[in-house]
Structures are given as C-alpha cells and as structure tokens.
C-alpha cells in the first residue's frame, strides 16, 4: 500500500523559509491529487495547497502568494515552498493524497495521511 513520508520541518524565524517535502512510496495506478494540510494547536486541520497530476494548484488565501506548491509526478513527490513564514504558520503539516491502487478491474481508492511534520515560527 501506498505510504507518505514528510520530511524539511523544523524551527525559523519569522520571515525566513522553509521546504516540505512528502514522498509517496508503494504501487499504485495513480496518485492524484496530492496536497498539504496543517493543524496548529487547538484548531481544526485546514487545507493549505493542492495540485494535480497536471499542476493545477490551489491555494487557501492565508499562504497565497507566500507559499508554493509543486510535484514531481516521476518520483511521486510534492514540495512546498514557504517564504514569509510567520507566527501564526506554526502548525503540523500533513502530506495528503487521494491514491488509486489496486489490480486492473478491482481497483479501489482511498486517502492517504503522511504522519505530519511540526513547522515552528518564532517571532
């Protein structure tokens, strides 16, 4: 089954930037789309960027123009970028993906969690 690895969590200060990475290891018919969540303390995990096979991106408004998503569809990884970061990021970002597996004729699909990786912002 498929798998979601995170990695590039840490602590910076404000202003500064940070790179996630998530990789996706395991078989699979396909992986699409993949994305990032975060949940900061005390708050419901909310969407943070989202892209397709096809790089079709979406941003949640807070990080837009801030943070950059990206894939590599032959390693099955996605990045985001984070520039500006501030307080009010610091949170545990998830990697997530919705991942079709399977063998042809009984293919099923399902969600995929990475185990999240902690973003502190110090002020």
């Known amino acids: 089954q498929v798998q979601l690895v995170e990695s590039g969590g840490g602590l910076v200060q404000a202003g500064g930037s940070l790179r996630l990475s998530c990789a996706a290891s395991?078989?699979?018919?396909?992986?699409?789309?993949m994305g990032w969540y975060r949940q900061a303390p005390g708050k419901q995990r909310e969407l943070v960027a989202r892209i397709s096979s096809g790089s079709a991106v979406s941003y949640s408004d807070s990080v837009k123009g801030r943070f950059t998503i990206s894939r590599d569809n032959a390693k099955n990884t996605v990045y985001l970028q984070m520039n500006s970061l501030r307080p009010e990021d610091t949170a545990v970002y998830y990697c997530n993906a919705l991942v079709v597996e399977g063998a042809p004729g009984s293919y099923t699909s399902r969600e995929v969690w990475g185990q999240g990786t902690l973003v502190t912002v110090s002020s």
């Open positions: 395991g078989s699979s018919f396909s992986i699409d789309p």
